[in-house]
């Protein structure tokens, strides 16, 4: 298939306005319209990520972290960047890059999966984003907007948490009058129209906001269409950083550790000590530190990371086990959760994980 049908697919979960400011996510390498046989998924790539790719007759790569953060000045392979750059465009291989957009996005998402594999129950984003969403306001005769407000529905339009379909509708009078160079769908030219409208109001995403200004367009009976839209400040409770939530039982400190190690596999934990049980927990996969103080006002028990300073450790003040289990280690479940989302929305397309461990670090026992 063409390589757009799959980044499009991916881009409809976590759409690239969810990265942060710093983030680099996207197609990186490749054209839109190239045709892919297999796809590779990894967390980060390498050389021999690239080399791996290359034996199994992959032509498109999915990474979590960007190979391209930063901006590039030269490619002359100076540099494990440069000479992946390199290796890419000479042999015709895809580099996307699915990055905080996917940590960013509730369902589907990094933090998600770390939730469902420690089992955690009501969970909630921990801190959700702002300036993300809208409200679209329009005026349409009364007997059209439940067919305008149906086509919107479909693509997305007044879902609010667990809610779809969600609007608003107030019913008035709206006048207007055709002038000579109108072509109106109602009324007449010259003669002023009073008509029943419904003034109908529903939130929508801000990357939203063109596709369905379009729907609306097309669905509306005049041939100018009324409609506002309102940038909000309230926060998308479905969008934004880490998790909290409940454990199924709470545990002591050194039960929840062990299920940790277990549940999450890992070798070695960096932690805080804390006496009293665990029952709530927050997180963020990949750097959380500076989460850690929101963690705390929100009531977890316990904060699971990685990236922490040696200073961070004793801003626990023991209210609160932080729990350092390591970028490479918070996150490398994404694969799992790439493959599983890829594969149930194109069955029949070729989709391998990565058997290169790319960990930079190591740990002498």
């Not at 990357?207 to 998308?236: C, D, G, M, R, T």
């Not at 999450?264 to 049980?277: A, M, R, V, W």
Request: glycine content about 6%; overall charge negative.
């Amino acid at each position: 298939m063409k390589l757009k049908e799959i980044t499009d697919f991916l881009e409809s979960l976590a759409p690239i306005s969810y990265q942060e400011a710093y983030d680099n996510s996207g197609l990186q390498i490749g054209n839109p319209e190239m045709i892919v046989e297999k796809v590779l998924i990894c967390l980060d790539i390498t050389e021999q990520i690239i080399d791996e790719a290359l034996e199994n007759n992959c032509n498109l790569i999915i990474s979590h972290h960007p190979i391209i953060f930063k901006g590039l000045k030269k490619i002359t392979g100076t540099n494990y960047v440069e000479r992946v750059v390199q290796k890419a465009i000479k042999y015709d291989v895809a580099l996307y890059a699915i990055h905080t957009n996917l940590d960013n996005v509730l369902d589907n998402g990094v933090n998600q999966r770390l939730a469902q594999k420690l089992g955690l129950e009501n969970i909630n984003i921990l801190d959700p984003k702002k300036n993300q969403l809208s409200k679209l306001i329009f005026y349409s005769p009364k007997n059209d907007v439940e067919t305008i407000l149906g086509a919107l529905f479909k693509e997305g339009a007044g879902e609010i948490g667990s809610y779809k379909k969600c609007s608003y509708q107030n019913t008035g009078i709206g006048t207007f009058m055709p002038q000579d160079t109108a072509n109106p769908r109602i009324g007449r030219r010259n003669v002023l129209s009073k008509i029943e409208e419904t003034r109908a109001e529903v939130l929508i995403q801000n990357h939203q906001i063109q596709s369905l200004v379009e729907i609306l367009k097309n669905e509306h009976p005049y041939e100018e269409v009324a409609y506002e839209i309102i940038e909000l400040k309230n926060p998308n409770q479905d969008i934004g950083t880490g998790i909290i939530g409940k454990l199924p039982e709470e545990m002591s400190e050194k039960s929840f550790l062990n299920y940790l190690k277990e549940k999450l596999h890992l070798d070695t934990i960096k932690y805080t000590p804390l006496s009293k049980k665990i029952a709530t927990v927050a997180l963020v996969g990949g750097s959380g530190s500076n989460w850690l103080g929101l963690a705390k006002e929100k009531g977890a028990d316990a904060f699971v990371s990685s990236d922490f300073k040696y200073h961070h450790f004793f801003d626990a003040e023991s209210n609160i086990l932080i729990a350092d289990i390591g970028h490479y280690e918070s996150e490398i479940h994404t694969i799992d959760l790439l493959s599983e989302i890829i594969q149930r929305q194109f069955p029949k397309f070729a989709v391998l994980l990565t058997k290169t461990n790319t960990n930079p670090i190591k740990y002498f026992k």
